[in-house]
């Protein structure tokens, strides 16, 4: 009998939320006083005189932590960042508690469904909605318009305004996007290029060529231990991780599962319901009764799936750009040991499609009543400048040796094409042979990249199979200039009916995958098509296509204004 794997459900906490979250309720004043004059208050880096406390929680985890205890004299509340913020802005960030995962996730939610929650608030676009129907967060409409700075205006809009629709809430902006970058969640094929080469294998062309290597690698010893105890391919327990997850290898069957895409009526339907997600699903259960998977993968999250990876244990995984900083252990153990990116392949005679999600996924909030809205705007303004601005100082204050200090701070906006465009400098300066036009980001990445050819910086490898001449990025830009890239199709944020239900379905959808590949009936997959639409998948299959109908009449006529 096959093993059935139960997801945790977190809808519960939502429904909570619906709850007990008292409408119209304010915590009160925060105790500050608003000293500033008016041409201080409208100054978008101006300090605070006398300087101003602002309460924020924080989750931490294993990799913060790894770091922190790499920089002597800093801790996660007395930092570089923290430190700027105070002697630039007057801003003295105090976390009113700090929590890892699953705790700090119970605890936020506990607090919210409370109404008592710190000055500024990282929420997801459920909770936004949720705290701005009770009446619990201030309306930043004028605080953006009147505080960001043209740079962060620009680096915040640079995808368009999808992330501030979806942060719009009946005609007002009840929180800031903390942008992100849909291109930072294309998918590569990781491959251990040794095992390749000593098993006389090429790289895979084909989808059908993937799970040749996979069988390969599972079989053929590769590890060369005289035992079967490799897998040919990392997953993880959450299906769609950004590494180790199974949307690159899905693609490859012409499906999406997590992202809206066009049907062929011109409307909008959800990739995770279509026909080709079943045929991945198949493929996959037969990789998994084959051995081809860890047998016990759908209960290790990331950081559980990798020890598999750092004890040499794993030939290939699906994962973003920055997934050599994972594997790069690897080489620690076996200096033998050689990962390469590739593209995401597709089934013989299938176009390659490589989707986006949208990545802009979390907001800051500010509570009711505070006094000092403009502070989560001009946190972003200062953060941005010190990294991406005229006076950056980026290997100080984003990247301090391959460490990501950037993290330290708490809030943490970027320019979504910025690794794109800094591997495109990079490799134009390689062609012309001239370095020094080379600044910020691009350059202290070429100069790991150079320390690690001339000298054997152990950190340099992980730069060079991402921003190299054959690296991750090479491959993005190829996916740009031969337009491979699949956007999701919808940006609108949370529709009503998502309020209450996109968590259920997205949980029955990880449940029913999960088990398929695990062994249940593939009918299974009809199943959930029955019941995703049953549950409100129908109901927001028909928001989602009146938020698009609106978005093409919007564009349709200013497209008519331009001309």
Known sequence: MHKRWMYKTRWTIIIFLTVC?????????????N????????????????????????????????????????????????????????IQIRYDWIATGDVYNQKLGVSLAAGRFPDVVRVNPYQLRQLSNANLIEDLTEVYRDFATPLTKNILEAEGKGAFDAATINGKLMAIPESSSSIETAQYLWIRTDWLDKLGLQAPETIEDVLKVSEAFT???????????????????YLWDPVMGVSGFMAGYGAFPNIWIKDPEGGLTYGGIQPEVRKALEVLQTMYLEGQLDPDFAYKNGSKAYRLIDQGKIGMLYGEQWTPFVVQSTRDEDPEAEWQAYPIVAETGRN?????RSNTGNYFAVRKGFAHPEVVVKLMNLHLDKNWGQNAEYETYYNDDSRAVWMLSPVTPFPGTKNLDAYRDIRDARTTGDFSVLENEALAIHKRIAAYESEGLKSGWGWKQTYGPTGAFSIADDYDLNGQLLYDQFTGGITETMVDRQIILRDLQLEVFMNIIYGSPIEEFDQFVVDWLELGGKEITSEVNAWYRTQAARDHQAFALSY
């Open 219 to 237: 079989s053929r010893d590769p590890d060369g231990n005289g035992e079967q105890d490799t897998y040919g391919l990392a997953l993880t327990s």
């Open 35 to 90: 000293n500033l004059s008016k041409d201080q208050q409208t100054s978008s880096l101006a300090a605070y005189s006398p300087p101003i406390q602002v309460s924020f929680v924080r989750e931490t985890g294993e990799d913060l932590q790894r770091m922190i205890e790499q920089l002597p004299g800093e801790t996660l509340v007395d930092n570089r960042w923290t430190r700027l913020y105070e002697q630039e802005l007057g």
């Open 21 to 33: 979250i008292p409408t119209g309720h304010t915590q009160g004043d925060s105790g500050h006083i």
């Open 352 to 356: 390659r499609v490589v989707p986006l």
